[in-house]
């Protein structure tokens, strides 16, 4: 019985694991770019927005087989509001989709992978 819990604990690890290895490449680009616009962000408005991006403390959606990574976090330091970066991918590099409707085409669509760090509430 404990070798058969333990099958299922492992098998369940590597079906996890292996459900985001592909999409990573993409996650890991958005990600970057996220991290140097918050740097950027920080730099404009000294005090009020969190110094970098932290993943750990953040959603991430991946959308259409990859199409669209989905960001969302808090970049403003004692705000409770959450903020949604999409970034699309041509050829293989990650662009900011300014003006995106995330949150619509989030409820709309179901994400090929998702990333839960932080609750949302709607």
């Given at each position: ?38 740097k950027h962000l920080a730099k404009e ?78």
């Open positions: 019985m404990k070798k058969l819990i333990a099958l299922i604990a492992v098998a369940t690890l590597v079906i996890a694991g292996c459900s985001s290895g592909k999409y990573t490449d993409k996650i890991d680009k958005a990600v970057k770019k996220q991290e140097k616009y918050q408005h000294k005090g009020d927005v969190e110094r970098k991006f932290e993943k750990k403390n953040s959603n991430i959606y991946v959308f259409d087989k990859g199409k669209y990574v989905m960001i969302a976090y808090k970049p403003i330091k004692d705000d409770a509001e959450v903020h949604h970066y999409t970034y699309k991918f041509k050829d293989g590099k990650a662009q900011y989709i300014k003006d995106f409707k995330a949150k619509g085409y989030a409820q709309k669509h179901k994400p090929d992978y998702k990333e839960e760090n932080m609750d949302i509430e709607s």
